[in-house]
């Protein structure tokens, strides 16, 4: 009933800039919070940033001051702005949606994830 689609991953250059884009569908009624998370190959996944339906933000002591995450409520989107990105920020990354939605009238909460975006920093 609930899809992310994440777009904008890619290869970059260290240095350079990103844009991840991530768009929640289906039968919503409401989206608490919204983040993204990244897993490199041989770690656990860990927080990117993430940010609530009034806009308190959390941010991951890595990328804390080279990455925004922005959201528009109207449009169920977040968007994650990343600059000076580094080879160790080379990852899948994931949206992730903790919200409520309503399937035959009833409402339920659950936390969605998306498939991932696979950023790739050069150096």
């Known amino acids: 009933q609930v899809q992310l689609v994440e777009s904008g991953g890619g290869l970059v250059q260290a240095g350079g800039s990103l844009r991840l884009s991530c768009a929640a569908s289906g039968s919503i009624f409401s989206i608490n919070a919204m983040g993204w998370y990244r897993q490199a190959p041989g770690n656990q996944r860990e927080l990117v940033a993430a940010i609530t339906s009034g806009r308190s933000i959390n941010y991951g002591d890595s990328v804390k001051g080279r990455f925004t995450i922005s959201r528009d409520n109207a449009k169920n989107t977040v968007l994650l702005e990343m600059n000076s990105l580094k080879p160790e920020d080379t990852a899948v990354y994931y949206c992730?949606?903790?919200?409520?939605?309503?399937?035959?009238?009833?409402?339920?909460?659950?936390?969605?994830w998306g498939k991932g975006t696979l950023v790739t920093v050069s150096s």
């Open positions: 992730n949606a903790d919200l409520q939605y309503i399937d035959y009238g009833i409402k339920y909460g659950m936390d969605y």
